[in-house]
C-alpha cells in the first residue's frame, strides 16, 4: 500500500533529526520535509495555509482557533519551548533595575501576539505584579523595518500599543534610548555585539528560570505541531501515528545524551548540564502529550485570554486531536 505523502514545514530541531533521517518513520506516512526558519513558516501557514503538517506559533495557533480560522489542530508535540526571562533587554540609562521599573515605560515588541512576548507578560503579571496596561508598547521589525502583525488583534482598550516609524528598528531605538526596553525571542544584535547602552533585565537568569519552574512547574510551550483538518478528517490515524513517531525520534536525543563515550554535541560541559537539568526537571524534561504539559498549557490558554487575545479560555479538547488524549497499552 502507497504510504500518504504530506509536506511538513518546520525548523531543523534535533528533536526531529531521526524523523529526517530515517531512523525514525510514521507509519503510512512520507513526510515532505520543508527546513524552514520558523518566521516563514508560521507567516505562511497563518496567512495561507499552506502546509499539511507544520511547526506553528502556540498564541497564534490559540488566536486562530478562538476565531475559528484555521483549518488545522494540534498534536501535543512541542518543538520549542523555552523559559523567557532571558528575553528581556534594558537601555542602561532607562533607570528599570527590577521588574517593577517596567511600569510607565517604552517596551519594544516585534508582535504583540509572539508567543515569546505572550509568556513574558503572562510573567511580568503573575510573578512581579507587572501588567500589559501598565507599559506603553512599540511593535515593529527588531533588525529589519517593516515587520507587521501576521495576526490582525483587537486588544483592550486600556493596552498602550503603537507601530514604530517604516524606517526605524527596535534593535536601534533601544541602543539610542528612544525605548527603554526591548521583550523578544531573539536577542538585539546590539546586545550581541556587547554595546555598553543595553543589558538583560535579570543578568542571572538561569537562576529565575529555575527558581519559576521550581515554584510554578511551567516549562512554557513556544510552538505546537498542527495537521489540516481535512487531512484528519480523511486519514484519523494520521494523529497518533505523528505523533508516536515525534515521541520515538525525541528518544533518540535523550539516547544520544546518556552516550558519553563521545559527545554528539558541541558543548563542552554537556554532560554536566544534562544532570543538572534533570536534577531539576525529571529524566523525561521536554515532554510531550497533554497530562504532562496540562499546567504549561493551562497557563499560555490564561494569558491569553487576560492579554485579551482571545475571547474564551479554550478547553484543551477543543486544541488538540482527540486520540491523542490517550494510549493504548497491552
Known sequence: MKKLELSFACWNYDRIGALLDGTVCPKGIDLNYLNMEVE???????RHHEFDVAELSLSSYL???????????AIPVFMSRSFRHSGIYVHTGAGIEVPSDLRGKRVGIPEYQLTACLWIRGILEHEYGVKPSDVHWFSGGEEKP?????VALDLPKEIDIR?????????????????DALIAPRAPSSFLNGSPNVRRLFRDYVREEQMY?????????????????????????????????FVAAKE?????????????????WLVAEVERTKEIMGEDFWPYGIEQNRASLEAAILYSYEQGMIHRQIPLDELFVSSTFESFTI
Open 40 to 46: 516563514e513558516t508560521f507567516w505562511r501557514m497563518m
Open 63 to 73: 488566536i486562530g482557533k478562538d476565531r475559528g480560522t484555521l483549518p488545522a489542530t
Open 146 to 150: 517593516g515587520r507587521i502583525e501576521k
Open 163 to 179: 507601530p514604530i516609524n517604516a524606517s526605524q528598528t527596535l534593535n536601534s531605538m533601544l541602543e539610542d534610548g528612544e525605548i
Open 213 to 245: 519552574y521550581q515554584k510554578t512547574q511551567i516549562f512554557p510551550i513556544m510552538h505546537v505541531i498542527v495537521i489540516q483538518d481535512h487531512i484528519l478528517q480523511q486519514h484519523p490515524w494520521v494523529a497518533m501515528n505523528l505523533y508516536q513517531a
Open 252 to 268: 533518540k536525543v535523550y539516547e544520544g545524551f546518556r552516550q558519553t563515550a563521545a559527545l554528539k554535541v558541541t558543548l563542552p
